[in-house]
């Protein structure tokens, strides 16, 4: 018989998902944020660009490495210019967020009837821009 042991961190992970258009019930550790906001499949919600990154600016830690990773599938190409809006207005205050491209690739979207079908998915990284600079864009 084998046995498997794991070691446990001192950390916390704590999980919970926000309704951008209502208050959230979640609450922000003490310790100043938290170090990863995961963002899934909400940048079709176009309207609600804004009220996402407030949730990220306020959820995220001002730690160094605390980071935003923001995964979506880009299902209507017509579309992809208003959905990577949102990084633009990531880079805008009172956000200043930096974009990072961590990955992108074509997979089977299996919500297409049509067998094959391919979707574009994009993983990106949103990091705090420096403490100390004057504005966004220095």
């Known amino acids: 018989s084998s046995s498997s042991s794991s070691s446990v961190s001192s950390s916390s992970v704590s999980a919970d998902g926000i309704a951008t258009e209502r208050e959230s019930s979640m609450q922000v550790p ?4 938290f170090d990863l906001v995961l963002v899934s499949d909400c940048l079709y919600l176009l309207d609600q660009h804004r ?9 995220l830690s001002t730690r160094p490495n605390s ?3 923001v995964a979506f599938g880009q299902h209507h190409p017509r579309m992809e210019d208003k959905v990577n809006a949102f990084f633009d207005i990531a880079a805008e205050a009172p956000f200043c967020f930096h974009a990072r491209l961590l990955a992108a690739d074509m997979v089977v979207n299996p919500i297409i009837k049509t067998p094959g079908a391919k979707v574009k998915v994009n993983l990106y990284a949103l990091t705090r821009r420096s403490r100390g600079r004057i504005s966004c864009t220095d």
């Open 51 to 59: 009220n996402l990154l407030l949730s990220c600016h306020q959820l």
């Open 67 to 69: 980071q935003v990773l």
């Open 30 to 33: 003490s310790e100043n944020g």
